[in-house]
């Protein structure tokens, strides 16, 4: 399901959001009026709220899922997602007019044969009406609004398609010679090695200022604790060898083999003093919620202290403030913990954040200074190294620059408008200057003949596209039901 998601999911993108800004529109609190099934109007073609709510709902899945479940509501706010997600419909539905407009089509018959060609319908490598619906359930998604999605997809691919430029020859060899254009260098290589920074306590503490929230305590737990544990009493043996017998399961070693008891004797033994310990622990929580009793000691523990397991943090941080946990093993004795206070990450003080805010300082200003070396150095580079033609790709040409360290100074220098600079990568900077350069190489120019088409013919369509959205913003009338409030 994971692995073709992207064909169960309405398109809501097309290639020209990389080039159309957004600026027709204005976020907030989201308000339906007498078109409340509508979000918005593109000349003849509604936006519905139902598409607008389903497209919302994917991207943040998409967006969740990549920074590891974290994504909250206020922050895909911040991050503008359902504003991408209006704009993204509105092309989407200018491209529509457009379509309609030409007499740009899509049977029935185009849509079941997309349907039917989706891995995830298939069941042994042919399509299965049964896992069709069934994954459409599990997506809660009909029938009916999945196919028309389909068709939608379809029609603006269709109708992009057409648009699609070819490449002409003088073009492929003006793409070829900005892909592949050769220079000869004449370079330097600087190592912070090379670089003594002296601490200031007052620019220190400037950084530190212009840098707090850099600089954040991690949240931290207010944690009211009562300690019980085992009594100090000889274990009977008899009733050693019965728990082992009963959870051997939880005594192997790094192989997973179990162990035998006389290896995990002592072991076993902690274990049955717990369960011992367990109703004394029960009557202490009891005491505790009644307020019969008193908390041992209060604690302030970073969230993740490695005296609580996974598992009690994992209850901690789902537990609202007052609240009182049922006794949980800590070791080799039960806590009963009351959650009193949770304490949200601040910026930490000078004193506090010395040491990490004295690297961050050093490694900063070493990088200033390494690269004022280099670009000074620039000027001069007579009795520097004298490089052959190199290219985007000839990363095994600039010793002593590792192929990684050369790969990220070309793409830096063929970007780069000057003939000659510095340029930092880690911890060197490489000074540089253009001494020749030869526009196209014809050789590489055979050799990637096909790349350098399709990179062309992409940028013209995208090109064609951005000025396309252009025309048909001007032509069809937008209308946007959403309104900010805020």
């Known amino acids: 399901m994971q692995k073709h998601r992207k064909y169960l999911v309405i398109t809501i993108w097309i290639s020209t959001i990389a080039f159309v800004g957004a600026g027709f529109v204005g976020w907030g609190t989201y308000q339906y009026g007498s078109k409340s099934k509508n979000v918005a109007k593109v000349g003849d073609v509604p936006v519905t709220y139902a598409a607008f709510e389903s497209a919302y709902g994917n991207l943040y899945q998409q967006y969740n899922q990549a920074m590891g479940g974290r994504l909250d509501e206020a922050t895909a706010k911040r991050m503008g997602l359902k504003k991408r997600v209006l704009q993204s419909l509105v092309y989407q539905a200018l491209i529509k007019n457009f379509a309609k407009e030409h007499g740009i089509i899509v049977s029935d018959e185009e849509v079941q044969k997309e349907i039917v060609s989706i891995p995830a319908f298939q069941k042994n490598g042919h399509f299965d009406k049964s896992t069709y619906l069934a994954t459409l359930k599990n997506m809660r998604t009909k029938p009916k609004i999945f196919e028309s999605s389909i068709k939608d997809e379809l029609l603006i691919k269709k109708t992009i398609g057409l648009l699609t430029p070819g490449v002409a020859p003088l073009e492929l060899e003006a793409f070829g010679a900005a892909l592949f254009m050769a220079d000869k260098l004449r370079y330097k290589v600087f190592t912070s090695d090379q670089i003594k920074v002296t601490v200031d306590e007052k620019e220190l503490k400037s950084w530190w200022e212009k ?40 005594f192997t070693d790094k192989e997973g083999k179990i162990l035998p008891l006389e290896k995990v004797r002592d072991l076993v033994a902690k274990k049955v003093a717990l369960k011992h310990t367990k109703k004394e622990a029960e009557l202490a929580y009891i005491a505790l919620k009644k307020g019969k009793a008193s908390p041992q000691e209060t604690i302030v523990a970073d969230a993740g202290d490695s005296r609580f397991s996974p598992d009690i943090w994992k209850a901690i941080e789902s537990a609202a403030p007052g609240t009182l946990l049922k006794p949980k093993v800590t070791g080799d004795r039960y806590a009963v913990i009351q959650v009193a206070e949770m304490i949200l990450p601040k910026p930490k003080s000078f004193e506090e954040a010395y040491s990490q805010v004295k690297a961050d300082y050093i490694s900063k200003k070493r990088e200033e200074l390494l690269l004022a070396l280099a670009k000074k150095a620039s000027d001069d580079l007579k009795d520097a190294k004298l490089s052959d033609y190199v290219t985007r790709d000839d990363a095994d040409k600039l010793p002593p620059l590792s192929k990684d360290e050369a790969t990220r100074f070309l793409q830096q220098l063929f970007s780069s408008k000057s003939q000659k600079g510095a340029i930092l990568i880690g911890n060197k900077a490489v000074s540089y200057e253009v001494v020749e350069q030869k526009l196209l190489d014809s050789d590489k120019l055979t050799q990637y003949k096909t790349f350098i088409e399709q990179n062309a013919k992409k940028i013209k369509s995208d090109l064609l596209q951005s000025r396309l959205i252009e025309r048909l913003q001007q032509k069809y009338p937008i209308e946007i039901y959403i309104k900010e409030t805020e």
């Open 211 to 250: 840098h707090k929230s850099d600089y954040m305590t991690p949240k931290r737990y207010k944690l009211a604790i009562t300690w019980i544990a085992p009594k100090n009493e000889s274990i009977d043996d008899k009733e050693i060898e019965e728990y082992y017998k009963s959870h051997r399961t939880e």
